[in-house]
């Protein structure tokens, strides 16, 4: 009877020596003697590798050359304890058939390469060490992230990717339809008629699914979202994607000292998980990819995240521009704060993350809750903190290496209020007829935030550009594979 193929995450783990197994896997290196060569096997279980001996009194030359870099194998041999793998298992041959041949023409052949050469070969990126360590740490993530919700009380809760609104406001969204480009209907302005549309109106592909997650939330009371999320924006930065995961949860009856608590916390234990499940493959990237990786990882578990105002944090960038500190975009009140100065505060200035609240209404979405406004066209906010004009509680976590990470506020749960800040927008609100009604029957206090699964990768393991923490990225001018 054949044998069943022992991964080789568990071949590793192994004492049983002496047994014959079976491993299959790919061909990171060969080398040897004249008597014996050594395979290093790699099947994706693990960032390890199983060493096969192959002792060439027992295989052909014929068998031997077609065992190159990147070969598919299936070994049936004995496991032995070894001496100078580096493991303590290793296999000794006894039958080698080759699955799957590789030509030298193979991409990931040479060692070194350039993450930009990798980018350009992105299907076969993946068999390598390091992007092999981050998908591994990317699906305990999203294992992370499904536990903790549902050990907190949260339903995942699916939210429609095609929509005909547009949470964010920002008007990047990428539109949805079935028509021919070359011939739309127009009326007599010019504008597009969607009545003969699949959905008989504009749609799109959503920006955030937070809209149908507050109905969610105001009826199940605490809900989170994990989905695709898509963004027209042509920022070509290391940071940003058209195609991004995010994490939206959303919950009733929860105020901003609460939703810090629960960003916090939510963080912190996603971290913990990747150190508690992802050891080797944090290692490995500690050595390869940046030595302050783990240190770093630690350090955000010990750490209390500061919490402080927008105002107070532009006092303290104007005050270091006092001291000499050159930016290179302006940060006055009022300003939307740049990566720099996100990443000046975490880093430089108070050294761990930072979770800023109380934004300037101007900058930040209609949803948000209003704060307190003062007789001289200022607000109070958290912790009373005085603000020369009107803000929100926008409530963002800043990270170290990455800035934003977390976006999230307490949402205006009064319906004036809303209605308000909506016609000062002038905000057509056609297609969020449905939003309002939140508002209008048993409206009540909640609070959410969208976590970028892809930030939070980078930031978990020390890669540095957000295209290489998703398989198959999608940004501007690129949507290869
Ligand atoms: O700050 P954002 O735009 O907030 C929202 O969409 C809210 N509706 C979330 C909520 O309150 N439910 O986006 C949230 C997070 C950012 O902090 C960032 O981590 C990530 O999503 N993000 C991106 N990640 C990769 N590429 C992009 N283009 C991103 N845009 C936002
Ligand atoms: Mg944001």
Known sequence: MDIKRTRIVDLLKRTDYGQEVVVKGWVRTKRGSKSVNFIALNDGS????????????????ELMKQITTGACLSVKGTMVESIGSGQAVEVQAKEIEVLGLCGDDYPMQKKGQTFEYMRQHAHMRLRTNTFGAVMRIRHNMAMAIHTYFHEHGFFYFHTPLITASDCEGAGNMFQVTTKNLYDLKKDDQGKIIYDDDFFGQQTSLTVSGQLEGELGATALGAIYTFGPTFRAENSNTPRHLAEFWMIEPEIAFL?????????????????KWALDHCQDDLEFLNNMID????????????????????????????EAIKNGKKFEFPCNWGDDLASEHERFLVEEHFRKPVIMTDYPTAIKSFYMKQNEATPDGGSIGYHGVKAPASTMQGTDVLFPQIGEIIGGSVREADYDKLMGEIGRRQM???????????????????????????????FVTGMQNIRDVIPFPRTPRSAEF
């Open 291 to 318: 030595k302050t990786l783990l240190e770093r990882l630690n350090g955000v578990l010990k750490e209390s995240f500061v919490r402080l105002t927008y105002t107070e944090g532009i006092n303290i960038l104007q």
């Open 255 to 271: 105020d901003q000292e609460e939703l810090m608590d629960l960003e916090e916390d939510f963080i912190k234990y996603c971290v």
């Open 46 to 61: 693990t960032i390890k590798n199983v060493q096969i001996v192959a002792d060439l009194e027992k295989f052909s030359d």
């Open 428 to 458: 057509d609100m056609t297609h969020l007829w449905w939003y309002l009604d939140t508002r209008r029957w048993g409206s009540c206090p909640h609070a959410g935030f969208g976590l970028g699964f892809e930030r939070l990768i980078l």
